[in-house]
């Protein structure tokens, strides 16, 4: 079936002109909503690894980890070039020497052709920035910014400790350095209506990001968030409602935005609710179907 958005394969495919694959690296950092800087007890959907794999905790070092990642998507995709993605916590919340020695052994790592830093708008500078720039006259450098609403009142809600105009501020920080920017967005978060998930996207559109991650918020085991579901507080998407959502926002999307992802990827043995977010390649397969129903496709009704 026809993919009718420009997803994240066929732009590492321009550019390498082969199979690219991320490998998720756990650096071992913290976060400011964790550390007691912002908070101790993090956003309401977030699990003590911060959404990682747990990889640092096990003795791991990045050199390991992207060694047995390779490994693992050369066999199964028949991946020739490869990204670090540095997912868990915060990754540009550190000193500058270490996060320099951390970038600097996953680019040692062969066919690492680059970068993909995910981090917080709150947590870079311009020495940050400007280190990170240093790597794009080589390698392919994405910062991944988490946004998740763009609505100051769900962000303060869910505890993310930032603003929406801290995010704009980062965004423009970064841009004309040759540094990519992605930013997550999340569907389903309490208290918001179709009309604020619309304005999300409309937002992160208007702003000239290179590329988006579309994130069901699903409820992980022992979250603050398990508890307002548990109490009855809380309601999930079920499937149908997310589908079309992301329908629409990739409707008003930029055609050239990088769709880097359209739903998450729950750990099995940590999800709570909804069930229906291990159908990861059911809601994929829907969301294609829906837009050939709608005879549509990412940028239709993108206003310039």
Same mark, same amino acid.
């Given at each position: 079936?026809?993919?009718?958005?420009?997803?994240?394969?066929?732009?590492?495919?321009?550019?390498?002109?082969?199979?690219?694959?991320?490998?998720?690296?756990?650096?071992?950092?913290?976060?400011?909503?964790?550390?007691?800087?912002?908070?101790?007890?993090?956003?309401?959907?977030?699990?003590?690894?911060?959404?990682?794999?747990?990889?640092?905790?096990?003795?791991?070092?990045?050199?390991?980890?992207?060694?047995?990642?390779?490994?693992?998507?050369?066999?199964?995709?028949?991946?020739?070039?490869?990204?670090?993605?540095?997912?868990?916590?915060?990754?540009?919340?550190?000193?500058?020497?270490?996060?320099?020695?951390?970038?600097?052994?996953?680019?040692?790592?062969? /066919?690492? $052709?680059?970068?993909?830093?995910?981090?917080?708008? *709150?947590? =870079?500078?311009?020495?940050? &920035?400007?280190? %990170?720039?240093?790597?794009?006259?080589?390698?392919?450098?994405?910062?991944?910014?988490?946004?998740?609403?763009?609505?100051?009142?769900?962000?303060?809600?869910?505890?993310?400790?930032?603003?929406?105009?801290?995010?704009?501020?980062?965004?423009?920080?970064?841009?004309?350095?040759?540094?990519?920017?992605?930013?997550?967005?999340?569907?389903?978060?309490?208290?918001?209506?179709?009309?604020?998930?619309? /304005?999300? $996207?409309?937002?992160?559109?208007?702003?000239?990001? *290179?590329? =988006?991650?579309?994130?069901? &918020?699903?409820? %992980?085991?022992?979250?603050?968030?398990?508890?307002?579901?548990?109490?009855?507080?809380?309601?999930?998407?079920?499937?149908?409602?997310?589908?079309?959502?992301?329908?629409?926002?990739?409707?008003?999307?930029?055609?050239?935005?990088?769709?880097?992802?359209?739903?998450?990827?729950?750990?099995?043995?940590?999800?709570?609710?909804?069930?229906?977010?291990?159908?990861?390649?059911?809601?994929?397969?829907?969301?294609?179907?829906?837009?050939?129903?709608?005879?549509?496709?990412?940028?239709?009704?993108?206003?310039?």
């Amino acid at each position: 079936m026809e993919k009718r958005y420009y997803d994240l394969n066929t732009y590492l495919r321009s550019i390498f002109n082969c199979r690219v694959q991320k490998i998720s690296v756990d650096a071992g950092l913290t976060c400011p909503n964790r550390d007691g800087t912002l908070s101790t007890g993090g956003c309401i959907y977030c699990n003590p690894n911060g959404s990682g794999t747990g990889a640092h905790q096990k003795g791991l070092s990045i050199t390991d980890q992207l060694l047995k990642g390779k490994a693992a998507l050369e066999k199964r995709y028949k991946a020739k070039k490869f990204l670090a993605y540095f997912q868990s916590y915060t990754n540009t919340y550190a000193p500058i020497d270490i996060l320099k020695r951390l970038y600097d052994e996953a680019l040692a790592v062969d /066919d690492v $052709a680059g970068l993909s830093i995910g981090t917080r708008p *709150d947590c =870079v500078n311009d020495a940050v &920035l400007n280190l %990170i720039e240093t790597y794009t006259r080589d390698h392919l450098v994405w910062l991944e910014y988490g946004l998740q609403s763009a609505h100051d009142d769900t962000l303060k809600l869910i505890n993310r400790g930032h603003t929406f105009d801290c995010f704009k501020t980062a965004v423009q920080k970064t841009q004309n350095r040759n540094i990519r920017i992605c930013a997550h967005i999340i569907l389903g978060l309490p208290n918001e209506n179709r009309r604020h998930m619309m /304005d999300t $996207a409309k937002a992160i559109s208007d702003l000239g990001i *290179d590329g =988006v991650k579309i994130h069901l &918020l699903y409820v %992980i085991k022992g979250t603050q968030l398990e508890s307002l579901y548990q109490s009855g507080a809380y309601t999930c998407l079920d499937q149908q409602e997310y589908t079309d959502l992301v329908c629409d926002i990739l409707e008003i999307l930029p055609p050239q935005m990088v769709i880097q992802r359209l739903t998450g990827d729950p750990h099995p043995h940590e999800l709570a609710a909804p069930l229906w977010s291990m159908k990861k390649s059911e809601t994929l397969t829907l969301i294609r179907k829906t837009l050939v129903e709608r005879n549509s496709r990412q940028g239709k009704y993108y206003a310039h």
